[in-house]
């Protein structure tokens, strides 16, 4: 689709009361195939691609973008598919990205969905991480950077082909796409301050062995956000919900229905 921030494409699955779910870094919408495929009776469930992955807007001048421009861009999306509010959740990135929506438009979520994520902006060390991953991303682009990173996004029990189908979406994602969310991610602010304000109610979700947003980030959201629940998944590392599809589809469900 066409819209004013460029071109934006989203994959949905459902009918009934809107879901946005935005994926993680260095993914795109196929993130969400599985929970696609379970969207539970009276749901729609929308997956865009964030901003130069998948087939969305390729990035302009590859590395000034911020999270504000990712949240703008689903915002948007949501315009022109005529949508006022949603449950709105994001794993990892993808939650990076509902936390710039919040600021901007709060009044747009009916809910949020917190999965595998922290609301800390980065640490000095994780910044350092950054800046060589760039560079590892220009010697070796992205076929380098899905070898470094596959081992972290999952638990050892991991399906070969989960770890395979990542791999895929990793090393067909644009070179320019992955350096402008590195930098966005390296530069977003710390939205600690803001989770005693979110007042919608939050399912906060976590791999048990998430090694990069461990369990004690997703308790530390959870105890800090007023109307919230935690589901810790077991047998899974950091994408949780490609690992463990239908426990974190259940949870999702379970979620939609709660009175939170
Ligand atoms: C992600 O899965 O989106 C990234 O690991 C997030 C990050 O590097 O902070």
Redesign the pocket.
């Known amino acids: 689709m066409e819209t004013d921030r460029g071109h934006m494409s989203w994959l949905e699955a459902g009918a009934g009361w809107p879901v946005v779910l935005l994926h993680?870094?260095p993914l795109e919408a196929e993130l969400w195939r599985p929970q696609l495929e379970a969207v539970p009776q009276g749901w729609r469930f929308i997956a865009p691609d964030l901003r130069g992955f998948g087939r969305s807007i390729p990035p302009s001048g590859g590395s000034g973008l911020t999270m504000d421009d990712y949240a703008a861009d689903v915002l948007c999306l949501m315009d022109n598919l005529k949508i006022d509010d949603a449950v709105i959740g994001g794993l990892?990135?993808g939650g990076y990205v509902a936390f710039a929506m919040f600021r901007q438009a709060p009044r747009r979520f009916t809910g949020l969905v917190l999965a595998d994520t922290r609301s800390q902006a980065d640490t000095p060390q994780a910044h350092e991480m950054r800046v060589a991953q760039r560079e590892l991303l220009r010697t070796g682009g992205p076929p380098a950077l899905a070898e470094q990173s596959l081992p972290k996004l999952f638990s050892q029990a991991a399906a070969p082909e989960v770890i395979g189908r990542t791999r895929a979406m990793i090393e067909s994602a644009p070179a320019a796409a992955i350096d402008a969310a590195m930098v966005a991610?390296m530069t977003r602010p710390d939205s600690t301050p803001g989770l005693a304000d979110i007042n919608c109610g939050t399912l906060v979700v976590v791999g048990k062995g998430d090694e990069?947003t461990p369990v004690a980030d997703a308790e530390a959201m959870q105890r800090a956000i007023p109307r919230s629940t935690l589901c810790v998944i077991p047998g899974a590392g950091?994408l949780s919900s490609l690992e463990q599809p239908d426990v974190f589809s259940r949870a999702l469900a379970d979620f939609l229905v709660s009175p939170l």
Request: zero cysteines; proline letters at 0%.
């Open positions: 993680a870094f990892s990135m991610m990069i950091h």
